[in-house]
Nanobody, 124 residues
Framework: QVQLVESGGGLVQAGGSLRLSCAASGGTFSSYAMGWFRQAPGKEREFVSAISSSGGHTYYADSAKGRFTISRDNAKSTVYLQMNSLTPEDTAVYYC?????????????????WGQGTQVTVSS
């Protein structure tokens, strides 16, 4: 069974940056596509970004394009989300998710396992 543990969240001022990490254990990390989602208070969980198993393909929500970068280190079984130019609208709990296949996906139901989330708060 795969376990995911996110870290790197926190409080940052608008315009600042954060790098989220998601460490995986219990599976063959290099075989799995990974994604990041977020959920703001009172809102549905939404897709942010995804990366294929090899790291060769990535995809971003419009809200993340040009500001966020997803990457992975298969040797460390870790996926990252570098977030720049943060705004208060980015405030949410950020979740790491994985799927039992190599190709990326953008829908929640396409992911098979999830982390517990890390809080990101952006102050104005």
């Amino acid at each position: 069974q795969v376990q995911l543990v996110e870290s790197g969240g926190g409080l940052v001022q608008a315009g600042g940056s954060l790098r989220l990490s998601c460490a995986a254990s219990g599976g063959t990390f290099s075989s799995y596509a990974m994604g990041w989602f977020r959920q703001a208070p009172g809102k549905e969980r939404e897709f942010v970004s995804a990366i294929s198993s090899s790291g060769g393909h990535t995809y971003y929500a419009d809200s993340a394009k040009g500001r966020f970068t997803i990457s992975r280190d298969n040797a460390k079984s870790t996926v990252y989300l570098q977030m720049n130019s943060l705004t208060p609208e980015d405030t949410a709990v950020y979740y790491c998710a994985g799927r039992w296949t190599s190709s990326i996906a953008i829908r929640r139901y396409e992911y098979d396992y999830w982390g517990q989330g890390t809080q990101v708060t952006v102050s104005s």
